[in-house]
């Protein structure tokens, strides 16, 4: 789970089906709906089904999201080989991800794990010398 402390996040499902997250209940989604995330809203999301799903995401304003998202693409490069097994998270990962967060806080911030230990770890793996 997380927020946008400085912006406000909209989900369209294109195709498919996406579960979401928001202000305390779980929210189904199909082809067609729409769903706005207030600034500040812990929120996360999940595809319940074992087919792909295609959704249309923005951030108002975008801040630094596309850099954000190219770097999480990097670090899951990184630490797993995603042609040939699932991602799984694991200390080497939570390491990498603390280091990302902690350089994208004005743009997404952790609910759960609590935010204080997502910077922690991000503390310990720039000290480790962690760089995607």
């Not at 040939?84 to 939570?94: A, E, G, Q, S, Y």
């Amino acid at each position: 789970m997380y927020t946008h402390p400085n912006a406000i996040e909209t989900y369209e499902v294109l195709d498919g089906e996406m579960e979401f997250f928001v202000r305390d209940i779980w929210i189904t989604a199909r082809k067609g709906d729409k769903l706005t995330v207030p600034v500040g809203v812990a929120h996360t999301f999940r595809n319940p089904t074992d087919r792909v799903v295609t959704v249309y995401n923005t951030h108002e304003p975008a801040l630094r999201m596309k850099e954000y998202f190219e770097e999480v693409s990097r670090v899951l490069d990184k630490v797993t080989d995603r042609k040939t097994k699932p991602f799984r998270m694991n200390p080497r990962t939570m390491l990498y991800m603390g280091v990302l967060m902690n350089r994208f806080r004005p743009e997404i911030t952790a609910v759960n794990p609590p935010d204080a230990g997502v910077r922690m770890l991000g503390w310990v793996g720039k000290a480790f010398g962690l760089n995607y």
